[in-house]
Nanobody
Framework: QVQLAESGGGLVQPGGSLRLSCTAS????????MGWYRQAPGKQRDLVAA???????FYTDSVKGRFTISRDNAKSTVYLQMNSLNPEDTAVYYC???????????????WGQGTQVTVSS
């Protein structure tokens, strides 16, 4: 089981930016796919962005054009660059890793502990 360590959450004003990081205990060669989910209070955990080992990406509609998922193979780290943040982006963001892209996007992978992102003036 891969261990995931997230960082980078915090409080930001509307229109601002944050970058989340997630470092895995295994190399990307041993991980099929990684991604980010988020869960707002009283809501279910939803997929925000995904990155497959073949480079394919997924973004939920509400973040397209604002968020970018990327990875650093040497550091076994995946990033989520979040720009033009708005209050609706407020949530706990969870990093996830899975053996396959299918497993990742169906929430069947491993999870980090979560990092809070709050967008407020």
């Amino acid at each position: 089981q891969v261990q995931l360590a997230e960082s980078g959450g915090g409080l930001v004003q509307p229109g601002g930016s944050l970058r989340l990081s997630c470092t895995a205990s295994k190399t990307f060669y041993d991980i099929g796919a990684m991604g980010w989910y988020r869960q707002a209070p009283g809501k279910q955990r939803d997929l925000v962005a995904a990155l497959g080992s073949d480079g394919r990406t997924f973004y939920t509609d509400s973040v397209k054009g604002r968020f970018t998922i990327s990875r650093d193979n040497a550091k076994s780290t995946v990033y989520l660059q979040m720009n033009s943040l708005n209050p609706e982006d407020t949530a706990v963001y969870y990093c996830s890793a899975a053996a396959t892209y299918y497993s990742l996007i169906n929430a069947l992978g491993s999870w980090g502990q979560g990092t809070q992102v709050t967008v407020s003036s």
